[in-house]
Every structure is written in C-alpha cells, then in structure tokens.
C-alpha cells in the first residue's frame, strides 16, 4: 500500500463541471507534487509545492488549480477541461531540505480523471 | 533500453534470468537518479536510487549503474520473477541547486517475465 493516498480513484466529468483532486499523507515531507500521465507515456510534472507554497508550475492551464492548505494535503481543483486533459493525475511527496532536492519521490496510485 | 519515441521498449525473459534496464538521460546538470516500477493501475513505485557521486549501488536484488561519461543508467534485476513485470522508468533530478525534486521521467520500458 502507498502511503500517499489519493482521491478519488476514478473520476468522470463534463466539460462544465467543477471537481477537486485530493492527496494526503502523513510521513511528514514537505514537498509535494502534482504529476499528469497519459497511456504508455511517462508522468510529466505539474506542480510543485515546497513548505506550502507553490514553487514550480509547469505553465499548466489556468483550468487547473493547485493547492496546499496545510503540510500533509495536496488539491488539484479543475474547471471547464477539455476531452484531452482526460489522464492519470498522480501526487507525490518528498522530504524538502539541503541543497539539489536529492530525496525519492513518493507515489499515490492516482486518480484516472475522463472528460466527457 | 529507453529512448525517444512512438513506441515503448520492450524486453521478455525468463523466470530466474537477470534483466538489464537501460536508460539514456539528458542533462549532464542533473545530479540525482531514480529507478521506478509502475504495474497497471498502480503509481510508480520507488525501487532505488543513486547520486552522481557513485557509479554503482546496489539494493535487494536490483543494481543501479551510472555512467555521466555518456549519460547512461542502468538497472540490474537479479533472478527476476513474474512479479517484477511491469513498466519501468528512470528518473533524472535537476533542481537546480533548490531543496525539492524536479524530475524527468524517461519513456519506460515494459519488462514480461515469462514463468
């Protein structure tokens, strides 16, 4: 079992709707991520949070929202995405500190998202 | 091994054969290597990992070999078993001298393993 828990596990939605993302986890890191991946592709980054402040954005579109209320949970908030935002949408996390960021990331199972 | 293109490479063996994984990276800034497993419906899972200090750790069962000379990593799996099909991918960090990761996955490689 990953200790990076991710909600929900499936997702379906319409063009217009609005619809939030969750990850959490409890072993203290204070890095956390958001990955996007599609079929047979590798994961691509998102977001990066770091001590809970957005430090990274991949110029993703505004559809997409991040954001980080406290150290342990992660949203991803979305609105009016189009057929091809339909992914994998993985969180990770990482212990933050010393120089290079040399700490493995740590993977939920993610959340399939499909747009209708 | 892994590289860009349409289609991911694929490598079949035996149960109990050893397998190789190769990897080519891109930036010779980055400084830091991860090794990921992901089985269908699973996030990647983390196998092991190597600073570009070393040139060679080892873990239970897998090895990770790093050569910056020609930017290539490679992974190692020892007696492999069917479960250890699945898509892995290398990872190369470069965060640029910040305290968390940035990383960059490769194309993956499908490992089936044949009982």
């Known amino acids: 079992d990953t200790e990076v828990t991710q909600t929900p596990k499936h997702l379906v939605m319409g063009m217009t709707n609005k619809k939030s993302l969750k990850c959490e986890q409890h072993m203290g890191h204070r890095a956390m991520y958001w990955y996007k991946q599609k079929a047979k592709k590798p994961p691509e980054l998102m977001f990066v949070y770091s001590y809970e402040k957005l430090s990274i954005n991949e110029s993703v579109p505004s559809r997409f929202s991040p954001e980080c209320p406290n150290s342990s949970l992660l949203n991803l908030h979305l609105h009016a995405l189009q057929p091809e935002d339909s992914a994998l949408y993985l969180c990770a996390s990482s212990q933050d500190g010393g120089v290079g960021g040399n700490q493995p990331q740590h993977f939920g199972d993610g959340t399939r998202l499909s747009i209708l | 091994g892994e590289s860009v293109g349409l289609h991911l490479p694929t490598l079949s063996v035996q149960e109990g054969d050893n397998s190789i994984i190769n990897c080519a990276y891109s930036?010779?800034?980055?400084?830091?290597f991860i090794w990921y497993k992901q089985e269908s419906g699973k996030g990647p899972q983390f196998i092991i990992d190597?600073?570009?200090?070393?040139d060679k750790r080892q873990g239970q069962r897998v090895t990770v070999l790093l050569n910056k000379t020609v930017k290539h990593l490679s992974l190692q799996i020892a007696a492999t078993q069917p479960g250890d099909s699945a898509v892995y991918f290398c990872?190369?960090?470069?965060?640029?001298?910040?305290?968390?990761?940035?990383?960059?996955f490769g194309q993956g490689t499908i490992l089936t393993v044949h009982p």
């Open positions: 930036n010779s800034a980055s400084d830091y």
């Open positions: 190597i600073r570009s200090n070393m």
């Open positions: 990872a190369e960090n470069n965060a640029g001298g910040t305290s968390y990761g940035k990383l960059t």
